[in-house]
C-alpha cells in the first residue's frame, strides 16, 4: 500500500475515532434536568421505585424491595370519603426511587415544589413514606410534583395499605416490571411507538420528560410483537391477560409469544395446588379435538409473579 493511502486511511479513522468519542463522552454529559419531568415520569418512578432492573437490592430479579401502588377511595386518617388517588407506598427500607434520592433529576419547577411543598427531604427510607403526585405554581407555570404525604398529610405506610377498599385497589407495579425485564418480554415487544403510522395503531410516542426517574427503561429493542406502552388502553381485561400469559394459544392460536404458566408458582388464587403437567394433558385433549373445551386457567394468587406481571401490563396506559 502506498505511504499516501495509509495517511488518508489514518486520517479517516481519526475522524470516525474522533465522532464517535464525541457522542460516547459528550451525549452522556447532556444534562438530563434541563428536561422537567412530566406527570407521568413522577408516576412511573414512583411505582417502579428504585433501579427496577440488575440491582444490588433484587439481585435475583425477584421483585424484593419495589414499592406498592394503592389507590386511595378514602382519607387513611378520617375514613372520609375522597376522589380516588394513586399513593405510592414504600415501607420501612425499601429503597426510594432516584427522583426522591435526587430531586435535581426532575428538573427546575418540579424539584422546587417536591422540595419546597412536596416535603420530599424529609421522608426517610428507613421509617418508609407514602407519596402521591400533586399539581402546584412555579414562577407562574403549572407543574406536576411529589408530595410525601407522610409528612404533610400525617398518612403512614400501614395506614394506607389499610385503608384499600379491596385487594383490587393495591397493584405490584413495580415487582411487576421486574418480571417484564427478567422474563425478557422486550426481546419482542417495545415500550415505545415511534413517530410514525404506529400512532394509529400503538398510541403516541412518550416524551423525554416521562424517564427522568426510570432505569432501566424497557424500551424494547427489534419489534417481533404489538408495542406495549398503551396496551392497557386498549385491553384492561384481567381474564383475557391471565388466559394469555398462561397459554397465548387459547386466545390467539397461531401465536408465537412463549407460555408462562410457571409464573402462577404453586397455588392458585384459592389455594389450590396448580398442577401443570395435568393441565397440559387436558390441553393436548382438547386441541386433538377430544375435549370440546380447554381446561380452566387458574386465578394467580395476588403474591405470584404472574398477578404482578399483570398488574404491570394493565397499568400501561
Ligand atoms: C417470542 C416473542 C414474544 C415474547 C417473548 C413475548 N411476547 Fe407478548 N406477544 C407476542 C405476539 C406475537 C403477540 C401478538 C398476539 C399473540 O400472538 O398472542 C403478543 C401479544 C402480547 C400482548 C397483547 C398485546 C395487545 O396488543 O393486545 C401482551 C399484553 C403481551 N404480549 C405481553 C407480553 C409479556 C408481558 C411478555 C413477557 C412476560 C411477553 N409478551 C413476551 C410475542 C411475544
Same mark, same amino acid.
Given at each position: 500500500?502506498?505511504?499516501?493511502?495509509?495517511?488518508?486511511?489514518?486520517?479517516?479513522?481519526?475522524?470516525?475515532?474522533?465522532?464517535?468519542?464525541?457522542?460516547?463522552?459528550?451525549?452522556?454529559?447532556?444534562?438530563?434536568?434541563?428536561?422537567?419531568?412530566?406527570?407521568?415520569?413522577?408516576?412511573?418512578?414512583?411505582?417502579?421505585?428504585?433501579?427496577?432492573?440488575? *440491582?444490588?437490592? @433484587?439481585?435475583?430479579?425477584? !421483585?424484593? /424491595? +419495589?414499592?406498592?401502588? =394503592?389507590?386511595?377511595?378514602?382519607?387513611?386518617?378520617?375514613?372520609?370519603?375522597?376522589?380516588?388517588?394513586?399513593?405510592?407506598?414504600?415501607?420501612?427500607?425499601?429503597?426510594?426511587?432516584?427522583?426522591?434520592?435526587?430531586?435535581?433529576?426532575?428538573?427546575?419547577?418540579?424539584?422546587?415544589?417536591?422540595?419546597?411543598?412536596?416535603?420530599?427531604?424529609?421522608?426517610?427510607?428507613?421509617?418508609?413514606?407514602?407519596?402521591?403526585?400533586?399539581?402546584?405554581?412555579?414562577?407562574?407555570?403549572?407543574?406536576?410534583?411529589?408530595?410525601?404525604?407522610?409528612?404533610?398529610?400525617?398518612?403512614?405506610?400501614?395506614?394506607?395499605?389499610?385503608?384499600?377498599? *379491596?385487594?383490587? @385497589?393495591?397493584?405490584?407495579? !413495580?415487582? /411487576? +416490571?421486574?418480571?417484564? =425485564?427478567?422474563?425478557?418480554?422486550?426481546?419482542?415487544?417495545?415500550?415505545?411507538?415511534?413517530?410514525?403510522?404506529?400512532?394509529?395503531?400503538?398510541?403516541?410516542?412518550?416524551?423525554?420528560?416521562?424517564?427522568?426517574?426510570?432505569?432501566?427503561?424497557?424500551?424494547?429493542?427489534?419489534?417481533?410483537?404489538?408495542?406495549?406502552?398503551?396496551?392497557?388502553?386498549?385491553?384492561?381485561?384481567?381474564?383475557?391477560?391471565?388466559?394469555?400469559?398462561?397459554?397465548?394459544?387459547?386466545?390467539?392460536?397461531?401465536?408465537?409469544?412463549?407460555?408462562?404458566?410457571?409464573?402462577?408458582?404453586?397455588?392458585?388464587?384459592?389455594?389450590?395446588?396448580?398442577?401443570?403437567?395435568?393441565?397440559?394433558?387436558?390441553?393436548?385433549?382438547?386441541?386433538?379435538?377430544?375435549? =370440546?373445551?380447554?381446561?380452566?386457567?387458574?386465578?394467580?394468587?395476588?403474591?405470584?409473579?404472574?398477578?404482578?406481571?399483570?398488574?404491570?401490563?394493565?397499568?400501561?396506559?
Amino acid at each position: 500500500m502506498a505511504f499516501r493511502e495509509y495517511k488518508i486511511g489514518a486520517r479517516m479513522f481519526g475522524i470516525a475515532l474522533g465522532s464517535s468519542m464525541v457522542i460516547t463522552l459528550y451525549m452522556p454529559s447532556l444534562d438530563i434536568s434541563s428536561v422537567g419531568s412530566t406527570e407521568m415520569g413522577l408516576r412511573k418512578g414512583l411505582q417502579y421505585g428504585r433501579v427496577s432492573g440488575f *440491582s444490588l437490592e @433484587d439481585p435475583f430479579l425477584q !421483585g424484593w /424491595g +419495589k414499592p406498592v401502588t =394503592v389507590i386511595l377511595r378514602k382519607d387513611p386518617n378520617t375514613g372520609a370519603e375522597i376522589e380516588p388517588i394513586y399513593s405510592y407506598v414504600y415501607e420501612a427500607g425499601v429503597p426510594f426511587t432516584s427522583a426522591v434520592r435526587h430531586p435535581r433529576i426532575m428538573g427546575e419547577g418540579v424539584k422546587d415544589l417536591s422540595l419546597d411543598k412536596g416535603m420530599i427531604g424529609q421522608a426517610s427510607e428507613s421509617d418508609g413514606a407514602v407519596f402521591i403526585v400533586s399539581k402546584g405554581d412555579y414562577n407562574g407555570k403549572k407543574f406536576s410534583y411529589i408530595e410525601n404525604a407522610t409528612v404533610t398529610k400525617g398518612w403512614t405506610t400501614d395506614g394506607v395499605m389499610n385503608a384499600a377498599a *379491596s385487594t383490587k @385497589d393495591i397493584k405490584r407495579i !413495580g415487582a /411487576g +416490571k421486574i418480571i417484564f =425485564v427478567r422474563e425478557g418480554c422486550w426481546w419482542c415487544h417495545t415500550l415505545l411507538p415511534e413517530q410514525t403510522q404506529d400512532w394509529q395503531a400503538f398510541g403516541s410516542p412518550p416524551r423525554l420528560g416521562d424517564f427522568n426517574s426510570e432505569s432501566p427503561t424497557a424500551l424494547g429493542s427489534d419489534r417481533k410483537a404489538p408495542d406495549l406502552l398503551h396496551v392497557g388502553s386498549r385491553n384492561s381485561s384481567r381474564e383475557w391477560m391471565t388466559m394469555h400469559f398462561f397459554n397465548p394459544r387459547l386466545v390467539q392460536p397461531h401465536s408465537i409469544m412463549p407460555r408462562f404458566n410457571y409464573l402462577w408458582g404453586d397455588v392458585d388464587v384459592d389455594g389450590n395446588k396448580i398442577d401443570l403437567d395435568n393441565w397440559q394433558t387436558e390441553y393436548a385433549a382438547y386441541t386433538s379435538g377430544e375435549r =370440546v373445551y380447554p381446561p380452566d386457567v387458574p386465578i394467580p394468587a395476588p403474591d405470584s409473579e404472574a398477578y404482578w406481571l399483570i398488574d404491570f401490563v394493565l397499568n400501561l396506559k
